[in-house]
């Protein structure tokens, strides 16, 4: 499977679902819910007994949260309890709004059909998203959404957050910027693309860096982030926004899926690297490795 392949949605595209399920302005009650019979993400948390779409009938839609790279969709049940609709697009799950009369798309596994007329279609051909619903309480107490770190586009977020999440991880600084229970939101897109913004190694052991270097770090992963939310996100294979456009980011990243070409800085060659099986780029005068 190729790098494209294996992709999938980071906090920037997630945004962009969410923002584009807001401006579809979804405010009526769901008045029937179809599920195929297809088994989706697995894994503890993602069981189909453990789904509990139903409870989501006759519910009213409110606001459209992200936490990391998941969609948190406050409704309001029929007794007006507080429930949410948990989404996880995984590598090729895409969420789009609908009319009836429009043709349902093969890989469609989850429609709410609302009493205005229009429907959320979640559509995953390869079947790693997932979906889940129940009391707002029990979702966000509850993982994956509880072991979930600091959101890294918070007010709050800063290098002294990212050092104590990360400081003392041997783990190489490319990787461990990965771990959801440290930042969340993440991903190999991103994570490459910050290292080079902040002119760090990005196979140099975390533990080890400065606090100005987790500073430069903590800035550079704000850099790119919002650039990708600007752009739309990055659609290097299946990802698409709720209207179906891709993203415009990939034409902005800096590093990122160019291997062998100029720096954009020195134009020295960029190489390649592969680490904990995911593929990665880096400028070997940039990007230097620390001395030993």
Same mark, same amino acid.
């Given at each position: 499977?190729?790098?494209?392949?294996?992709?999938?949605?980071?906090?920037?595209?997630?945004?962009?679902?969410?923002?584009?399920?807001?401006?579809?302005?979804?405010?009526?009650?769901?008045?029937?819910?179809?599920?195929?019979?297809?088994?989706?993400?697995?894994?503890?948390?993602?069981?189909?007994?453990?789904?509990?779409?139903?409870?989501?009938?006759?519910?009213?839609?409110?606001?459209?949260?992200?936490?990391?790279?998941?969609?948190?969709?406050?409704?309001?049940?029929?007794?007006?309890?507080?429930?949410?609709?948990?989404?996880?697009?995984?590598?090729?799950?895409?969420?789009?709004?609908?009319?009836?009369?429009?043709?349902?798309?093969?890989?469609?596994?989850?429609?709410?059909?609302?009493?205005?007329?229009?429907?959320?279609?979640?559509?995953?051909? *390869?079947?790693?998203?997932?979906?889940?619903?129940?009391?707002?309480?029990?979702?966000?107490?509850?993982?994956?959404?509880?072991?979930?770190?600091?959101?890294?586009?918070?007010?709050?977020?800063?290098?002294?957050?990212?050092?104590?999440?990360?400081?003392?991880?041997?783990?190489?600084?490319?990787?461990?910027?990965?771990?959801?229970?440290?930042?969340?939101?993440?991903?190999?897109?991103?994570?490459?693309?910050?290292?080079?913004?902040?002119?760090?190694?990005?196979?140099?052991?975390?533990?080890?860096?400065?606090?100005?270097?987790?500073?430069?770090?903590?800035?550079?992963?704000?850099?790119?982030? *919002?650039?990708?939310?600007?752009?739309?996100?990055?659609?290097?294979?299946?990802?698409?926004?709720?209207?179906?456009?891709?993203?415009?980011?990939?034409?902005?990243?800096?590093?990122?899926?160019?291997?062998?070409?100029?720096?954009?800085?020195?134009?020295?060659?960029?190489?390649?690297?592969?680490?904990?099986?995911?593929?990665?780029?880096?400028?070997?005068?940039?990007?230097?490795?620390?001395?030993?």
């Amino acid at each position: 499977m190729s790098e494209a392949e294996r992709a999938m949605p980071e906090l920037p595209e997630v945004e962009s679902v969410r923002r584009g399920l807001v401006r579809a302005r979804l405010r009526e009650p769901v008045r029937e819910i179809w599920r195929s019979e297809h088994q989706l993400r697995t894994g503890a948390n993602w069981l189909r007994s453990k789904e509990n779409l139903g409870c989501l009938l006759r519910a009213t839609p409110g606001p459209v949260r992200r936490r990391g790279k998941y969609l948190l969709w406050d409704m309001s049940g029929e007794d007006e309890e507080a429930l949410v609709l948990l989404i996880h697009l995984g590598m090729s799950g895409r969420c789009g709004v609908a009319r009836p009369e429009q043709p349902i798309v093969a890989h469609t596994h989850l429609i709410l059909d609302f009493e205005d007329g229009r429907q959320l279609r979640f559509v995953d051909p *390869r079947r790693f998203g997932g979906v889940r619903a129940g009391p707002r309480e029990a979702i966000y107490q509850s993982d994956p959404v509880a072991s979930l770190g600091p959101e890294p586009l918070s007010r709050s977020f800063d290098g002294a957050v990212l050092e104590a999440a990360l400081g003392r991880s041997k783990r190489a600084l490319r990787d461990a910027l990965l771990d959801q229970r440290a930042v969340a939101g993440i991903g190999n897109i991103y994570a490459v693309e910050a290292c080079f913004e902040a002119k760090l190694n990005p196979l140099r052991p975390a533990a080890g860096l400065s606090s100005q270097a987790w500073l430069k770090l903590a800035d550079a992963l704000q850099l790119v982030l *919002r650039r990708g939310v600007e752009n739309g996100g990055t659609t290097l294979k299946d990802f698409r926004n709720v209207v179906g456009e891709v993203g415009r980011n990939q034409d902005d990243l800096r590093v990122y899926g160019r291997a062998g070409q100029p720096c954009p800085r020195c134009s020295r060659k960029l190489r390649d690297f592969v680490s904990q099986g995911r593929s990665g780029v880096y400028c070997t005068r940039c990007q230097p490795a620390p001395r030993k």
